[in-house]
């Protein structure tokens, strides 16, 4: 059960312009959402975040946006930058026990051309 | 502050050998997760520590798969025996509190390769 879906596994971008990657869920319990970057052969790192009570989180470049009622989150970054080029993981998580459950997509390579 | 540490970076077993991984979260984080990612696809957690408690292991295939967290800091993953459908990538992550927007913080993981 794929309760996080990225559903463009890649996507290309010229520098300067803007990126939209998506990320749709299927469990309304989710509390919190976030997107994490990741460069070959290196762990991922934290992006950007969104509480489920929230819409929108902005911070610099990046922007998140979410839509509770189609349970559609995305992620926004203006300008694009060829340092951008990297996989990113939309990440979902929920209290379950005490304790954050985090599911995660299975990511969309983004390529951003100079 | 210093990273997740993990080691090693790369393993190449056969199959019916066993393997173990190892992982230093960042000083003062409770909770620690290992994650397995197969190529193209998204991490998947496999066990996750509340200090040395297991909090949540529904995932690890608990015939061949191992966990444990010694004094609730270093941690050490191990497969026995290895199957070919276990080459993948497994990553090792600490967050701060266990709250719901607690960052994961991940370690460069270990390539597994089983042949």
């Known amino acids: 059960d794929q309760q996080v879906k990225q559903n463009s596994p890649s996507l290309s971008v010229q520098e300067g312009r803007i990126s939209i990657l998506n990320c749709d869920y299927t469990?309304?319990?989710?509390?919190?959402f976030l997107w994490y970057k990741k460069y070959p052969a290196e762990g991922p790192t934290f992006l950007i975040s969104?509480?489920?009570?929230?819409d929108k989180n902005e911070d610099g470049r990046f922007t998140v946006f979410l839509n509770k009622s189609a349970k559609h989150l995305s992620l926004h970054i203006v300008p694009s930058q060829p340092g951008d080029s990297a996989v990113y993981f939309c990440a979902a998580s929920l209290n379950s026990g005490g304790y954050q459950k985090v599911t995660f997509g299975t990511g969309t390579k983004l390529q951003v051309i100079p | 502050e210093a990273g997740v540490a993990q080691s090693p970076r790369y393993k190449i077993i056969e199959k019916r050998q066993s393997v173990a991984f190892w992982c230093n979260p960042i000083s003062g984080h409770a909770t620690l997760y290992w994650y397995q990612q197969i190529l193209g696809q998204g991490p998947k957690l496999l066990i996750q520590f509340q200090n040395n408690g297991v909090v949540d292991d529904s995932q690890l295939p608990k015939d061949r798969f191992s966990a444990e967290r010694l004094k609730g800091v270093d941690s050490t993953l191990k497969i026995q025996p290895a199957k070919l459908e276990d080459s993948a990538v497994y990553l090792c992550?600490?967050?701060?509190?266990?709250?719901?927007?607690?960052?994961?913080?991940f370690g460069n993981g270990t390539r597994l390769t089983v042949t």
């Open positions: 969104i509480s489920s009570i929230k």
């Open positions: 992550a600490s967050s701060f509190t266990t709250f719901s927007n607690s960052p994961l913080h």
């Open positions: 469990n309304s319990m989710f509390d919190y």
